[in-house]
C-alpha cells in the first residue's frame, strides 16, 4: 500500500484550461501539504492543511485552489493555466504535534505529477 | 528569512570511497532537520531526521550531524555503492509547519 499516492502521475495541457491534482495518505496523519520543484529542482511549499484548516499559504497565485474535504486527502486545483505553471508538484504527509513543538515527525512524500503546459 | 544552501551541488565519487554532503541554514531557530534522498523522475523518501535537541543521528552507512548554533549539518556516506546515486536534500522545519529545503547535492557513484 503506497503512503501517500497522487493522480495523476503526469498531465499534459493547453495554456488556460483548469486542471487537478489529487492526493490521499493513509498513515492517519493531521496534516498535508502541496509543494512545487521547479525546473532548477528547488522544492518549495506552496499550502499546508493541518486537520483540514489551512495553515500555510505561501504567496501562490489564487489561481491555484487547494481543498481537504477530510484529513486524508488534499487536492489542488489550478485554474487558468499558464506556461510557469510547468512544474512537477509533490504532495506529502506528516504527523504535526502543533505550533512551537520540537518534533521528530518525518515528512512522507507522494511519487510527483509532473505537470507541462504547452 | 531561513535559506538553506547545500555543497557541493554535484558530486562524483568511485564506488567504496567516504563522502560528506554539506547542509547551511541561516536562522538557528529550526525544530528539526531531515536529510532526504530523491531518486530521478520519483518522490522524496526521509532518510534521516534530527531534533534540534539532538547532535547527530545514525542508519546503516549513513550518519548525519547537526551543529544548531553553526547553522550547519553534514550527511556522511560510508563505503559508497552505485545504487547510492540520486540527489540529497536537505531540509529544516521552521515554526509554522514549514519545512524548507536546499536545492540538493546529486550524487554519482562510479563502478
Known amino acids: 500500500d503506497t503512503a501517500v499516492s497522487q493522480t495523476p502521475k503526469y498531465l499534459v495541457t493547453q495554456m488556460g484550461n483548469d486542471k487537478s491534482i489529487k492526493c490521499e495518505q493513509n498513515l492517519g496523519h493531521d496534516t498535508m501539504y502541496w509543494y512545487k520543484q521547479d525546473s532548477k529542482k528547488f522544492l518549495k511549499i506552496m499550502f499546508s492543511y493541518n486537520n483540514k484548516e489551512l495553515i500555510i499559504n505561501e504567496t501562490v497565485p489564487n489561481r491555484f485552489s487547494p481543498k481537504s474535504p477530510d484529513k486524508a486527502h488534499l487536492n489542488l486545483h489550478i485554474n487558468s493555466l499558464e506556461l510557469g505553471d510547468s512544474a512537477v508538484y509533490f504532495c506529502?504527509?506528516?504527523?504535526?504535534?502543533?505550533?512551537?513543538?520540537?518534533?521528530?515527525?518525518?515528512?512522507?512524500f507522494g511519487s510527483g505529477t509532473q505537470l507541462s503546459v504547452l | 528569512k531561513q535559506e538553506v544552501t547545500q555543497i557541493p551541488a554535484a558530486l562524483s565519487v568511485p564506488e567504496g570511497e567516504n563522502l560528506v554532503l554539506n547542509c547551511s541554514f541561516t536562522d538557528s531557530a529550526i525544530y528539526n532537520l531531515q536529510w532526504f534522498r530523491q531518486d530521478p523522475g520519483k518522490g522524496l523518501t526521509s532518510l534521516l531526521l534530527i531534533q534540534s535537541s539532538q547532535r547527530e543521528q545514525t542508519s546503516g552507512r549513513l550518519n548525519a550531524s547537526l551543529d544548531k548554533s553553526s547553522g550547519r549539518s553534514t550527511l556522511y556516506i560510508a563505503a559508497s555503492q552505485p545504487g547510492d546515486s540520486a540527489t540529497y536534500l536537505c531540509?529544516?522545519?521552521?515554526?509554522?509547519?514549514?519545512?524548507?529545503f536546499g536545492a540538493g547535492t546529486r550524487l554519482f557513484v562510479k563502478a
Open positions: 506529502a504527509s506528516s504527523q504535526e504535534r502543533g505550533w512551537g513543538v520540537e518534533t521528530n515527525e518525518k515528512l512522507f
Open positions: 531540509a529544516v522545519r521552521t515554526g509554522g509547519f514549514k519545512t524548507i
